[in-house]
Structures are given as structure tokens and as C-alpha cells.
């Protein structure tokens, strides 16, 4: 019968599931305390709610679980994508949680040119498909601009080169915003950069460039990959001042490339495309200035050969002046006798009308207006009185309507009016205070008065009864005399 572990190990050691599992984790970080690991992610779907990533890494045979943390993610200048084959850093560890191992990592990167390119190539389809490298986003470039805004590195050669050629070419104020064109945060401040340019005022104390120069030397496709950021190829085609993209060299391709309003092979030639030549500038001027003072001297001689003929086809003076001269001595000729016809006419209508104007029909005349004037006096002096006589009888009737609506008529029939020591009446007893003090108005005259206290009891008044409305009233209940006007 075989012997069981038990009596083969009789005095082992006995180990929780808790101390065994942190005995493998302390065995397995000392012995792969830094590894690199080559394998295709999968099962990546992004950050989890709280910044860390979860995924794992896989080859043909087999699969390691992967986590990067929140702080390390946000640091890392390539980010995890599905299906990416990388080189990731770190160390492994162990999950007590599940009983498995996993690799932490610390830093990651594609795994040679062909995973650059292929996310590349994805980032590129993106992008081109949100509309970022459409040519009608594109601008124009100026022909001959003020100021130019270069983005590159300050030590480098292609600043020198760029300034070399514009100082050849055409010599233009130029402004610098020093970046780092490679390594780390390197495409932040390229980005930052552009949208700096683009903040400027364009009256301010520094000046908003009217070209922008995005440029950096040749190299690999890992020293160029700053340029192809989305951070980078949003900002240069969301810029509102025209931009030339000099990255690398010409077999160099970056996808700022696409985004930009004008792709340069080489930092140089972005130089080339942003001014003229002043030289040939010159020459075409001189030239233009040439052909101008040809054409000016053509037209010149042509118009003085137009006007000679012109003149050869006009007549001579006199010629022009013979036959108005022979009309002005015909009409002086007639004008005497014209002058003696006009004035016979004049004469003869004068006669006929004097003889009609006689003293007998001035006076006439006289008569007639003396009659009419006659008339209208004795017109305007009957409708004068008509009308007087028709306001006062309005007036006559407007003042016996006023008495009989005045209270005055009710004092004379032996009431009172009394009022507070405001001048207001009152209506009621209930509204008299003790002491208070009263004026009493009678039909002859006033008398001050002051309220002893005493409680009186206010009667209602019985109603009176109505009265039959005559048939011929005004609207306030008064009798209308004969003669009314209204």
C-alpha cells in the first residue's frame, strides 16, 4: 500500500493562502523585477472609470495580463491600442485576488516600423474621415508676407537654414517659438505653439505672423512621430493663418503633412515657397517699367497721328465764319423795319383800349363795388346778432341748469351742510369723533361748532317715493325751456 504525502512529510511546514500567495509575489517580483515583453494587445477598451488600463499582452501560444496605472498612462507618449504589437517595460507581480500573474507596466512602445506604421496608417483613415485633410479647408498663402512665424528648435540647422534663405531671397521680419521637436511633451509645445501664433492681436505689441513654418530635420520615423500626433494635426488644421509643413526630408511623410495649407519637401524649400525673390522682383519690375513706357510712347504717337489727320479733315476758320456773317447782315437789315412794324401794333391795341376806359365806366365800376360792400355790412351785421342771440340763450339755460344742481337750493330750504375741520363734508354721524371740530354751512352764512360726545343713533331715511319723469327732460332730470338751442 503507498504512503501518503502525509507520512512522507510528516514535520512540513503548513502555509495559509494568504502567506503562500505573498511568498509566490515576493518570489516573482525579486526574480523579474524588470522585464521587456514583446506581444499584440488585446482585450483593450480603453481607460477603466478610474484611470487605470487593463488588457493583456498575447503571442501565438500564450497570454500575460497587463495593468498600467492612472498616473503612468497619462505620461506615456504612445498610448495602448487594440491589436498593436509593443514592446512593453515593467514588472511582474502577482494578484492574490484571482491567483494569477501579471506584468505592470512602466513604458511602452511599437514594436519596429511596422506597428508605427500601421497606426499611422489607422490615425491617418481618422482623421481623413472627420474632413481635417480636405483641400477645401485649405488656405492660400500670402504672396508677400509681413511677418513669419517658424516652430521649430531653436539650436538646430533648420532655423539657420531657414534664415539663410529668406535673407537671400527677400529679407522679412521673422518670429521664433522655440519646441522641442522630438522626445517627450515634445508634441504639446508644437501644438501650443500653432494655437499661439493663431491668439495673437494682429495690432498687438508682437505682432500676428502671416504665415506660419512648422519645421523640423530628417530622421526616423520614431524621431518624426511627434508630427504625427492628433494633438499636432487638429492644431494645424484648426489655424487660421496659412501654414507650410517642412518635416523631414522629402521621402518623409507625416500627417501633418496633410493637414497643413502647403506641404514643404524641406525646411529650406518652405523657405523658397514664403517669399519671392527680391532679385527677380526687380528685374520684372524693370522690365514691366520698360514695356509700360513702350506702350505710353506707342499710344502717344498713334493719338498724335489721329490728330493730324483730324486736322487736315477740318475747314478753315473763315470758311466756318462766311455764312454765319452773311446771316447776322441779313437780320440787321430787317431789324429797322421790324422795330417800326412792332411798335404801329403796340400803338393801334394801346388806342382801342383807351377808348373804352371812360370816367362814365370808372364810375360805374365804383358804383357797383359801393352796393356790394353795402350788402355784405348788412349781412355781417345780421348773422353777428343771429349768433350773439344764440349764446345767450345757451348761457341763460346753462345757468339755470347750474342752480338747480347746486346744494345751495337744498340750504335755503332750511337744511345744513357740515363739514370736518379739513373742509370735508360728512356724510354720517358715525364719521363725528368726540370734540372733533365742525363748520355748519348754512343758506346765510357759516358757524364753527364742536361735537359734545353724546351717542346718537343714526336713522336710515325712508326712501322717497318716485316722481313720474316728465316727458321732456335734459339727461340731468331738468325741464327744458322753449327756446333751447340744444
Known amino acids: 500500500m503507498p504512503a501518503t504525502p502525509a507520512e512522507i512529510l510528516p514535520n512540513s511546514q503548513e502555509y495559509t493562502v494568504s502567506e503562500l500567495s505573498s511568498a509566490l509575489k515576493r518570489t516573482v517580483e525579486s526574480a523579474y523585477e524588470h522585464v521587456r515583453v514583446r506581444g499584440e494587445i488585446s482585450g483593450f477598451r480603453g481607460p477603466h472609470s478610474s484611470g487605470h488600463c487593463y488588457f493583456a499582452l498575447k503571442d501565438e501560444s500564450a497570454k500575460i495580463e497587463a495593468v498600467i496605472w492612472k498616473g503612468v498612462h497619462g505620461r506615456m507618449r504612445f498610448k495602448p491600442q487594440e491589436g498593436l504589437e509593443v ?26 516600423v511596422g506597428a508605427l506604421m500601421a497606426l499611422m496608417e489607422e490615425r491617418k483613415k481618422k482623421l481623413a474621415a ?38 537671400d531671397r527677400f529679407p522679412r521680419r521673422v518670429l521664433v517659438w522655440p519646441v522641442r521637436v522630438q522626445g517627450e511633451g515634445s508634441a504639446e509645445q508644437i501644438a501650443a505653439a500653432i494655437h499661439g501664433f493663431n491668439a495673437l492681436d494682429e495690432g498687438g505689441k508682437i505682432p500676428r505672423p502671416d504665415l506660419l ?12 512621430w511627434s508630427f504625427n500626433e492628433e494633438i499636432v494635426v487638429r492644431a494645424a488644421a484648426e489655424s487660421m493663418i496659412p501654414l507650410i509643413s517642412a518635416v523631414g526630408h522629402e521621402t518623409d511623410v507625416t500627417l501633418i503633412d496633410f493637414a497643413a495649407d502647403k506641404r514643404a519637401p524641406t525646411p529650406t524649400a518652405a523657405a523658397e515657397m514664403a517669399v519671392p525673390v527680391r532679385a527677380e522682383l526687380f528685374v520684372e519690375i524693370t522690365s514691366l517699367e520698360r514695356r509700360a513706357m513702350l506702350c505710353w510712347q506707342r499710344g502717344q504717337e498713334t493719338r498724335r497721328s489721329e490728330l493730324r489727320a483730324a486736322v487736315r479733315a477740318l475747314p478753315k476758320a473763315n470758311e466756318l465764319l462766311d455764312i454765319p456773317r452773311q446771316r447776322l447782315d441779313r437780320a440787321s437789315a430787317q ?3 421790324a422795330l417800326r412794324a412792332n411798335a404801329h401794333i403796340y400803338e393801334r391795341r394801346l388806342s382801342a383800349i383807351g377808348g373804352r376806359l371812360t370816367v362814365t365806366t370808372l364810375r360805374t365800376q365804383i358804383e357797383r363795388g359801393k352796393e356790394k360792400v353795402t350788402r355784405l355790412a348788412i ?33 335755503e330750504r332750511g337744511f345744513a351742510l357740515v363739514r370736518d375741520e379739513h373742509g370735508q363734508p360728512l356724510h354720517a354721524a358715525a364719521h363725528v369723533g368726540s370734540s372733533q371740530r365742525l363748520s355748519i354751512e348754512f343758506a346765510d352764512g357759516r358757524i364753527g361748532a364742536t361735537a359734545d360726545g353724546s351717542d346718537v343713533t343714526a336713522e336710515k331715511p325712508k326712501p322717497a317715493p318716485a316722481k313720474p319723469a316728465s316727458k321732456r327732460t335734459t339727461d340731468f332730470g331738468v325741464k327744458k325751456v322753449q327756446g333751447d338751442l340744444f
Open 87 to 112: 514592446i512593453a517595460t515593467g514588472k511582474l507581480t502577482t494578484y492574490p485576488g484571482s491567483s494569477k500573474y501579471q506584468i505592470v507596466i512602466e513604458a511602452i512602445e511599437p514594436a519596429g
Open 335 to 337: 431789324l429797322p423795319r
Open 213 to 224: 513654418i512648422v519645421a523640423r530635420g530628417g530622421g526616423s520615423l520614431e524621431d518624426l
Open 379 to 411: 349781412s355781417a351785421r345780421r348773422c353777428a346778432g343771429l349768433h350773439i342771440q344764440q349764446r345767450d340763450t345757451r348761457l341763460r339755460y346753462v345757468s339755470q341748469l347750474l342752480n338747480a344742481l347746486s346744494y345751495k337750493g337744498v340750504l
Open 130 to 167: 472627420e474632413g481635417l485633410f480636405d483641400e477645401a479647408r485649405k488656405q492660400l498663402l500670402p504672396w508677400l508676407p509681413e511677418v513669419i512665424g517658424v516652430v521649430t528648435s531653436p539650436t538646430g540647422a533648420v532655423i539657420r537654414d531657414i534664415l539663410h534663405r529668406l535673407e
